[in-house]
């Protein structure tokens, strides 16, 4: 059973930053080739903040570049991203994501992690 355990949301100012961290964990030894974090604001469409593939790539929503910093430790199965000069746009519902190879491509999601920005 695979299971995403997402951490490090909360409130803050405007300005401010968060670290949300992502332990993936499972019965057996998995091979991830995508992982990273999407959002959702209220009355919004699921959208992408950040993914970072096994060879390291990593990709960024254009209203996320150079504000949030996503990086993995592969011994930990562990995601992170650092939100800095976060703003109330970023208000959301933040959830981990993973595309793990078993065959078949298989994609999971965390039970997201709530972050508020205040003006």
């Known amino acids: 059973q695979v299971q995403l355990v997402e951490s490090g949301g909360g409130l803050v100012q405007a300005g401010g930053s968060l670290r949300l961290s992502c332990a993936a964990s499972s019965g057996e030894t998995m091979s991830i080739r995508t992982i990273g974090w999407y959002r959702q604001a209220p009355g919004k469409q699921r959208e992408l903040v950040a993914t970072?593939?096994?060879?390291?790539?990593?990709n960024y929503a254009d209203s996320v570049k150079d504000r949030f910093a996503i990086s993995r430790d592969n011994v930990k199965n562990t995601v992170y991203l650092q939100m800095d000069s976060l703003n109330p746009e970023d208000t959301a519902v933040y959830y981990c994501?993973?595309?793990?190879?078993?065959?078949?491509?298989?994609?999971?999601w965390g039970q997201g992690t709530q972050v508020t920005v205040s003006s």
């Open positions: 970072i593939v096994d060879g390291g790539s990593t």
């Open positions: 994501y993973m595309r793990v190879w078993r065959g078949v491509f298989t994609s999971y």
